[in-house]
């Protein structure tokens, strides 16, 4: 049975595509420079995302095309971690383009968001002078979704084919971030217009809008690894292709999501000024969720601690070099 492409195998395809595209070469070009020999009806196959392209040509492919090295290295240690029968056979991580590529209804996507987002009801606040939790139009949630495509993701089982967790993220504005980093509600107030796409490379504000999972499928390692895996691959697709994050925010809505922040190296920065949750599921009392951020451009590289992925670190680092040179030399 042939193996089932990754998240990291279609990034890997895409960065292919763009940088030939880029050079101007053709597929007959690429594959008369490649060591060992190479068939096009193979090449185009790795290109196109219909099958992934072999250990034993990926160093010689991302040399060729100019892909930096390493993250062609990261994509065979990835492969090494992961067996066909783990978590390959079990979850498939697809971004909106994926979905409406292969024929899904956008009504369909938006349907099961809803219905993952429903197994975790907000709080009931009885008085505005206690909170809002007035998270915005979701229509509008789904124009965002339909206007990033490549920044929203959904995972779905293999054996059901039911939608099981997403996330996703947007790249804001100073303004915009600012607020969210002090508690202000920017869920509710969140446009279009306050939003930037990857068309020319530049440094982002990325705010987590939503990272949730079923609650039947909450804890599962497999699964977990496969949302952790697809979130890393974009940060180091973005990175590859010139779009890299000076600063993260994320706002907390449960106890789950405030773990996977700790997890991931952010740190609290406020208690939101407005959205409230319940202390447990067994005290119903009110308590302020929580806002997470990190600046990555001052030279804090915690979030790369949890996938270990050098490739992004030195990229990251030789971004932002100065930022973290002053912090050296600050003591910091």
Known sequence: MPRVLTDCDRAFARQMRLCRSAQGLSAKSVIAKLPSQVYPADYSKWENERAPVPNVHLVAIARVL???EGYSNSLIVERAKVSPQSTESKYVEESFSDLIERGVQESEVFDAVKKIID??????????????NDFGDP???????SSYPDLFKIVSERSTGNYVAYWMILSISDELYDRTIVGE??????????????????????????????????DRIPLNRVIFEGFFSLIREMALNGHFIKRIATHAS????ERICHDLGMQLVCNHKYHRRHKSETDKTLVPTKVFALDISAGDMSIFNRLKDSTLHDLYQKHFKNAFARKANSGG
Not at 139 to 145: F, G, P
Not at 254 to 257: T, V
Request: charged share 30%; hydrophobic share 30%; glycine share 4%.
């Open 66 to 68: 100019g892909i930096h």
């Open 119 to 132: 197994e975790f009801p907000a709080a009931d606040i009885d008085s505005p002078q206690d909170g809002s």
């Open 139 to 145: 229509e509008k949630w789904n124009r965002l979704i």
């Open 185 to 218: 509600n920017i869920n509710r107030e969140c446009e279009y217009s306050d939003t930037h796409g990857f068309f020319v490379p530049r440094d982002h504000n990325i705010y987590v809008v939503d990272m949730f999972t079923r609650r039947s499928y909450l």
């Open 254 to 257: 449960e106890i789950r999501s």
